[in-house]
């Protein structure tokens, strides 16, 4: 009889311990199944931020392309006046994200139409241009100093645009409160700047000379 008592008393504490470690898992699981939940719900939340960002994201390169494209096409037919040049810009999605090319587009006076890329097909004046204000409208949309720095960065336009291009810098600089220190051995563009200095070389040592408009 004792016997039996003793392996009674051991069932029923082996019992309430395997009660006890049920109940422990019921509460690890529900815990567990909330814990899901909750995570399930912030990944939406998440998702949902990571589709907004994109969003803004892809709505800023586009009116980032529509500025540059409205820059360039004002710069180029301000300085080329002789030449129906524009920019467009071809917005296309890759990889899932927004991609921007830069086409410079030709008119000719037979009607036809030559468009390329804007780096690549237009060397020399066009190309020049073009980079001088792309350099600009980064400088404007990344809220930058306003200062555009132009050493000898225009030694490959055509001689007779530089003084158009002059002008287009000192109005672009008076609109958008823009700095330009442009450093130039061509002396057509002394006649758009503020202020113009002759640098020379006086024994080893640069002497700078203020010199006026002609």
Known sequence: MAILTTNYDDLCRDLARTEALR??????????RQQVMVLEAEEEV???????????????????????????????????????????????????????????????????VTEASCMDAYGGSVATVESVLLRIVVL??????????LDESLSAVAEHYVPRV????????????????????NPSLVEAATNAYRISNKNGTASFRKVGRA
């Open 23 to 32: 109940d422990s898992a019921k509460k690890a699981l529900v815990d567990s």
């Open 46 to 112: 998440l998702d949902r931020v990571a589709d907004l960002f994109r969003t803004l994201i892809d709505r800023e390169v586009v009116d980032n392309a529509k500025t540059v494209e409205s820059l360039l096409t004002e710069g180029l037919q301000a300085i080329f006046d002789d030449l129906d040049l524009s920019v467009r810009s071809e917005i296309d999605i890759q990889r899932g994200k927004v991609a921007v090319d830069l086409v410079t587009v030709q008119k000719q006076a037979d009607g036809t």
């Open 140 to 149: 404007n949309r990344r809220g930058l100093r306003p200062l555009l720095l």
């Open 166 to 185: 002059g002008q287009f810098l000192a109005m672009l600089s008076e609109r958008m409160g823009l700095d330009v220190l442009a450093v130039s051995h």
